[in-house]
């Protein structure tokens, strides 16, 4: 009796306290969005306000000067446009290749599974600083530095990560479907593309996200491997605001919430697959 | 036999990327240069301001003349020119550096040696300063031009130091009395003030060692532990360190703004006095415009030491693997010559590396600038050595000077430190 | 395709769909993996050939002191950073799955840092962490407290680093809330009728059934802190491109020993054996965990 008092009481709370719990998830939101908020807010100040001690959160006067000597400074729509052909390439090449291996781990049944599942581990543990010359004297002895290729064509190879995530997911997809396809006499491919392929899209999706994030906050790769300026992407463009002795804070914080605008769009929309993708028995 | 869909596909992305491999290689052996005007590139580590600068200059290179156009690359990156210079074919046909840097280059076999190009030129080496074409030059051979240099000097806050009823120092020993009068503390030892600042710890450090008459290389080996140089940094413990405690000077240090905006500590008056480089008095009429300042030489220890500066050099090269040499080595003479130095410098707000623009007209509206620029013409002029073990050993030296101001070690014993640690330094 | 056995033929299968990675893997693994554990036993500087010298950049090592301490803090680094780390993805991931309103869009606020460029991210806290002019040391000072030297005390320049790699812990929170969906309701409402508190419930519950998520993202987490490079090279900076170490050699991590010794040092064969010292740490260090994980993780089988 008194336990089922208990539980009828836990549910009448009364409504005001209902709504406090949004409190400490605010809360949580804005010690991550604070830097991004600053980012924004001196964004938008003039340049004899961005440093003051106390430090100042608020414009004093707003300015939009910032933004203009951004797109000023660099080919802004030159390296969007750049940016997002690497990185488009590059989760085509993602969701090509990365659920072809993940099936080859999750539901082929063949020896080789195994051992190729601690090497892909073996990959991701692997330090990028091992491979970095000699991946870049590769390249090189193909004539291919100085162009996109060395940014595009990874990601149709697989990367070890996304193809472990995908396996994962995979690994939930209850056998019985692809035997029966199999009975039916479906090719292994058929199989894959028909059946597999639309019920593993939440997690091939957000793989796509993944990678799509990656190869536009990129920096390294493209830095070492693009040499025209033409070809440059969004993250080395913001280079350009770091001058020898001093950094033009204002067009600088301009450029990078222009930056990250697309990302973010592209993250809120894909977010219904993220979450409720990885859910759905992914994680095992 | 059934090709299936996904191995069509796969086979087609990896002709496509061979094919697109072969097209590269092939349009990299480009067909025999056509009758327009050679193009070159020039990849240069300045960006914002500057590189505007050096665009203009660029233009007015390419306006004067048919045979070359130059396109020029803002690219800051260290780490992008080494790839580039370690590619088969590099992507850039002239570039900048600094000095210190040739030697190690040099050995390597990336840079090209310029003797030639000079003497077909017309560009003599005697014109530049010594000091500097020493330290660009390699077994006997010239490796890099000087395209702009720099010499430090004391500068000082004149409210301060007149507040402090405090003349300008000449000598050492009134300089150390200066910063006692311009070092103020509050009641719980938190500086408010500080006499000496250093915007860069290890080139202040290493022009004192110079001013007291050390040297930090030897016969083409680190000579860390020179008595000069210890003397330099005891001297720089005993009147900057000590006095306020090494807590409290890192302390003060950790709220100062930034470097050259307008929070910089000497312009708000956080430093009386600073060691630095002419690109301040650029620098100052922009951004602190009501600071009364002046410079004068570094203070001195006794007569035959008067004038002491360290130089150090901004360079260009023309890599081992650009294809358009002779161009590179056009445009080259060009920047070095009385109008492109005068151009350049001007532009970067920097030195021209040439002795005969000392005491040249085009910059009498920089203020003080003089007092930097007539240094190049002393006798007591030093930089650093460029031998293949110098980025090791700045390293290390900036590290012992690390521990010495915060009071890890003694000079003694951080030197010494050093100098044991040489012996592992790469010798080519 | 007849007469070959299922066997054979599901082998060939394996491998026709494993191909694109089996490609890359012996180009772009394999290969340079075997190329720079040649060049870790020669001397290398990158443009004139390597010239073999056995065993001296390991022998080195022992006794650089510089290779110890940027080993030490990158193991501090790991200790500290990792379980942090884990602690709060958890924790928020609880509030994020929290009945709100608006709960996309807290997740998305709470991933968005992982979109900042990392480069810029760099600056940005290192401006927030300036004594004077920066937000952390002022929201402190409005609660009473008296900001440390975050990055000129030796002794807080790792927390400082810590704090910035937080910054962008939101992916693993994500992929934690979409693991706490995944628990069954009926577990927690039979364990609310037994009259289990809410840390029990997470103890017997919650953390058991995540515990395959936490087995890799500890191992993804460890790996991340031993190879940490940007955050701390972009916070040690003096100026741009000046690389520093940081108050003491304090924030000179493994990765930027490596890299000074590769790019300024340009001693490639040392950095190639400092690259395959740090990989077989790794390795020693996700067996030892992956051989614990019998102890703790529970695989489903309930």
Redesign the interface.
Known sequence: MA?ANS?VRRQRLPRWMR?W??I???A??LI?????V??LSTAFKEV?DI?????T?LPTNWTLNNFAEAFDQIPFVRYLANTLFISGMSVLGTI??CP??A???AK??????RP?LI??LL????????????????W????????Y?PLI??A???TP?L?FMIRQFLLSIPDELIEAARIDGA???RT??SIVLPIARPAIVTAAIFQF?WS??D?LNP??YL?D?DQYTL?IG???????????WGP?MAA?VM??LP??II??IG?RF??G???A???? | MHVPPRTRRRYGVAVGAIAGAVALVLAGCSAPASSGPEEITFSYLWGGAEAEAIEAIIADFNASQDEIVVSGISSPDFQKQLTSLSASKGSFDISDHFGNAVGSWASKGILEPLDDYLDENGVDPAEFAPAAIEQLSYDDKIYSLPIAVHTFQLLYNKTLLAEAGVEVPSTMDELAAAIKATTKVGADGTITQLGLGDPSPSTTITTLGYAFGGDWDKDGAPSPTDSGNEKALQWYVDNVVTPVGADKLAQFKSGVGEYMSPQDPFYTGKYAFVIDGEWRALNIPTTAPELDWGVTSIPYVSSALADTTQLTVSTLFIPANSQHKEAAAKFLSYLVSDDGATAFSLALGNLPAKLSLVGSSAYDDIPEFSVWLNALAGDNVHALSSAPYSAEYSTDLGLAFDDVITGASTPEEALQKVQDNSSNYATD | MRGMTTRRRQALTGLAFAAPFIFGFVIFFAYPVAASGFYSFTDFNLFQAPEFVGLDNYARMATDERFWIALTNTLLLTITGVPISIIIAIAGAHLLNLPVRGQPLFRALVYLPSIVPVVVGGYLWRWLLNTEYGFINYFLSLIGIDGPGWLVEPEWTKPAIVIMSLWTVGGTMIIYLAALKDVPRDLYEAAALDGAGWWSRFVHITWPTISPVTLFQVIVNVIAFLQIFTQPYLLAQTRLNNAGSGPGQSMLTYAMYLFQNAFSFLKMGYASAMAWVLFLITLVITLVILVSSRKWVHDGSR
Do not use: H
């Not at chain 1, 991550?32 to 991004?36: A, E, G, I, K, M």
């Not at chain 1, 991701?124 to 991946?135: A, G, R, S």
């Open positions: 336990l539980i709504g719990r949004i400490p998830v605010i949580l939101s991550f969005v604070f830097p991004f600053i980012m004899g440093f003051s001690s106390p430090p959160l090509v290749s072809l291996v099936y080859a781990l082929v049944r063949w020896r080789g599974s190729l090497i892909v990959t991701m543990m692997l330090p990028p600083q091992v491979t970095l010359i000699p991946v870049f004297l590769i090189n002895g193909l004539g291919a530095v100085g162009t290729l064509v990874p149709f190879l697989g990560f193809i090719s292994e491919f894959y593309f994030v536009w906050t920096f830095l070492i040499g300026p993250s913001l280079y350009s605001f770091f001058g020898e002795n001093d950094v033009a600088l990078c930056f990250t990302a973010l993250f809120l977010q993220f979450i993708g990885l859910s028995g992914a994680l095992k």
